[in-house]
């Protein structure tokens, strides 16, 4: 089995955020999709070990901030690569806010869309979140960035040269040494040992 046949399957990429007393935050997330129009609800995959995972389940809110193709690397550092227990997701990033009050960015984002969590099913990894559309709006022109577009065109390409150990196929992070532990999960994107490749 090729596990890379997965990433055929075409992606957007967006940012799922919440708040809950007080507390605002918000992640990167790939895993997000349509799945009726009367009433509009849509499925919203985040990963468990995400702040923001914790706070939708408390909330039952959630935004989506849908990432224009004008979105640098450094913004999915900041939403993505790092947790939201040490820094605030949302300082010096142009933000607003919406009925719900919960934030959406205003750059780099083609729309957003803010919705009521109704069902949460547990995948293991991840809870999977079936939300109905409360408002949604286009913020700008601008292409949705997909996700092979990221690996394309704004994800930087690793020095094979100097790397040594471990690849994530999936975001780029190395895990320097001979032997990738059986259960190690990538800090930056939480994917496990099946989307790594030995660098040779």
Not at 51 to 65: E, G, N, P, W, Y
Not at 76 to 104: I, M
Not at 158 to 173: E, I, L, M, N, Q
Request: charged residues 20%; aromatic residues 12%; negative net charge.
């Amino acid at each position: 089995m090729n596990p890379k046949a997965l990433f055929q399957i075409s992606y957007g990429l967006y940012i799922a955020a919440s708040k809950f007393d007080k507390k605002m935050n918000g992640c990167i997330v790939n895993t997000v999709m349509q799945i009726t129009d009367n009433p509009k609800q849509l499925a919203i995959a985040i990963n468990k070990e995400n702040m923001t995972c914790d706070i939708v389940q408390k909330s039952r809110m959630i935004s989506l901030s849908v990432l224009s193709e004008t979105a640098p690397f450094s913004l999915f550092e900041h939403f993505g690569f790092q947790s939201g227990r040490k820094v605030d997701k949302f300082v010096n990033y142009p933000f607003a806010l919406t009925k719900q009050e919960l934030p959406y960015l205003t750059s780099h984002t083609t729309a957003f869309i803010d919705c009521k969590v109704t069902n949460i099913t547990d995948l293991g990894t991840h809870l999977l979140f079936i939300a109905t559309v409360n408002d949604c709006e286009i913020i700008s022109d601008e292409k949705a960035m997909t996700y092979s577009f990221y690996h394309e065109f704004v994800k930087p390409k690793p020095d094979s040269a100097s790397a040594k150990g471990w690849r994530c196929t999936v975001c780029g992070y190395i895990y320097e040494g001979e032997e990738l532990p059986p259960n190690f999960i990538c800090p930056w994107c939480k994917h496990g040992v099946e989307d790594f490749e030995k660098i040779v």
